[in-house]
């Protein structure tokens, strides 16, 4: 009871320091009132964009629940020296937002492997498998044949579209990897990476299917490593060893996707002064690979060196638009899930923050009639948001409220990972420590070598042609479908066609339109019937 008392004295004493730091015109109701009514006019205002979508511009945050997202915004708010909580986010823009439910079909909580597969292939599937169904299983071979699922992206090609993939990690990361390729195992970067008996069972690594799977037409993020043969020496870090090649083949994709481009302009550049020498005017196709494996986090990198996010989504866009038909464009801020995976939450939010000013360059180089812009994460973090901060205080510093221990803690926290540090039956004393830097791990609940994910529903925000699809609690999967109808693209026609109908739908189990496979097809078929026999049965 003394305990709950004080703690109650001290929570009164923050509120009442709290509220000395409200700005003086939020003190008036009506600076609240007018602002509301300005918000709920531009609702009203709003009319429904039904056009068909030319370009599909699709950002995924890797990691960027919803935590993540509230905090990289008021972060964003402070590194332009505001408070940061009343800060607007691009993505706060976007009037149309719903939320996508994540799980895996196996597991409550998935991997980016099996979210990329809902999202992108509009099918649900297990864990660390890509672009292949449920019927598949992680790991082995012969299970995926006749199980592939394709993506979005393949949908979007086959329609005539111009098509690419940008991210921050290696382009044969689970991801970007899912809009091309199918994998039993979403680790199988290139033949070096897969069992002797998968190769047998005819199986091909990512990084081969990279360059023969579908016809894309920017390729950037990193991965160099798994493009070339074992041993040969990176043309950034020739004395590092870990950045050599890995292929045990003695293929060189590199030179083999140069080979496919033959009367075509086409570029693979490493470094960013030939990145910048790209003209997309003139360019056909563009491989871009900066890093043996994956990009620098935005903090640490050397804008001499390596371009941002902004810049490389910028060439993209610049290239792909000139294509009559429009061009679908997946853009992966995929570091953001790696720094939480490390537990520093510095990272992960300039990552959220320079992935926002991606969207805010997609935006600005497209035209909102005619281009359909969806954001979304694929899965959360166990990252929360907690203590009595005070207003405007630095969203990586520490909770004025201290903990029953008698010691502080910061406002951001892990639910597991590897900042749990607890000696002796104490928690470590941050008083005097700085817990702002790009380096510092937050204290984590459970000892975990890595962070986990976590299984909460993510956002989804659109804006452009049939946004208002995306709205409401939709399984993930969902996403897909409702991309592939906005821009006519896929099997699903009906909007280029004028129609809203249910389309006639034959249900069997084999390969359809979208290329879903399955072995299963008669052994399911009767399977329903004799459930529904069963169910007749107990009726009666």
């Keep these: 009871m003394e305990s709950t008392r004080v703690a109650i004295l001290v929570l009164s004493l923050l509120v009442a320091c709290g ?21 709920l ?18 950002f995924l ?22 408070t940061g909580e009343e800060t607007v986010m691009t993505m706060d823009t976007f009037p149309s937002v719903g939320l996508a439910k994540t799980y895996s079909v196996d597991f409550q909580i998935p991997d980016s492997a099996a979210t990329a597969t809902a999202y992108l292939c509009g099918v649900k599937t297990n864990l660390n498998v890509i672009g292949v169904s449920a019927a598949a299983r992680n ?49 199988w970067y290139s033949d070096a990476d897969m069992p002797d008996i998968a190769k047998r069972d005819g199986c091909t690594d990512i990084a081969s299917q990279l360059i023969r799977n579908t ?17 040969t020496k990176d043309p950034e870090y020739p004395s590092d060893y870990s950045s050599r090649g890995k292929r045990k ?19 693979y550049v490493w470094n960013k002064t030939d990145f910048d020498a790209v003209d997309p005017e003139t360019t056909d196709y563009l491989m871009a690979l900066f890093e043996p494996g994956d990009l620098r986090f935005e903090a640490e990198r050397d804008p001499s060196k390596d ?32 720094a939480h995976h490390a537990g520093r939450a510095y990272m992960a939010l300039h990552e959220t923050v320079a992935f926002d000013d991606a969207i805010a360059k997609g935006l600005e180089l497209t035209k909102e009639h005619e281009t359909l812009t969806v954001v979304m994460a694929d899965h959360s973090h166990p990252v929360t948001f907690n203590g009595f901060p005070f207003r405007g205080q630095s969203i990586l510093g ?14 951001l926290m892990y639910g597991n990972g590897p900042g749990h540090k607890i000696i002796n039956g104490k928690r470590p004393d941050i008083r005097n420590v700085n817990t702002k830097t790009e380096d510092y791990i937050q204290l984590s609940a459970a000892p975990t070598e890595s962070t986990t994910h976590s299984g909460e529903d993510v956002a989804v925000l659109a804006r452009g042609p049939m946004a208002h699809l995306f709205q409401g609690v939709q399984e993930q999967n969902y996403i897909a479908h409702a991309m592939a109808y906005a821009a006519c693209v896929g099997a699903d026609l009906r909007h280029c066609q004028g129609q809203t109908a249910a389309p006639v739908v034959h249900s069997t189990f084999t390969n359809d339109e979208y290329g879903n496979g399955g072995t299963r097809g008669s052994a399911t078929l009767l399977s329903v019937v004799l459930s529904a026999l069963l169910a007749l049965t107990l009726l009666m």
């Design 19 to 39: 509220s000395s730091r409200a700005k003086v015109e939020e003190e008036n109701p009506e600076f609240w009132r007018s602002q509301a009514r300005k918000t």
């Design 41 to 58: 006019q531009s609702a009203l205002d709003r009319k429904l964009n039904t056009n068909v979508a030319k370009n599909i511009l699709f």
């Design 61 to 82: 945050g890797d990691g960027m629940g919803i935590t993540t997202y509230t905090a990289a915004r008021i972060l964003k708010g402070q590194l332009q020296n505001q």
């Design 139 to 187: 790991g082995v071979c012969k299970t995926q044949k006749g199980n592939e699922v394709t993506s979005i992206l393949k949908w979007a090609k086959d329609a005539g579209k111009s098509v690419g993939i940008v991210t921050t990690t290696r382009v044969q990361h689970a991801t970007p990897a899912t809009s091309y390729a199918h994998s039993a195992s979403r680790k």
């Design 215 to 231: 016809d894309i037409d920017v390729i950037i993020g990193g991965g160099r490593k798994y493009m070339t043969p074992r041993g």
């Design 249 to 267: 083949d003695g293929r060189n994709l590199i030179n083999e996707w140069q080979s496919l481009k033959i009367g075509k302009v086409a570029h």
């Design 307 to 338: 371009p941002s996010i902004v810049e490389t989504t910028e060439k993209a866009i610049r290239i792909l638009q000139k294509n009559p038909k429009g061009f679908f464009l997946l853009v992966e801020g995929g570091r953001i899930d790696q």
């Design 398 to 411: 520490k909770s004025p409220l201290w903990g029953t221990d008698m010691l502080p803690y910061t406002t």
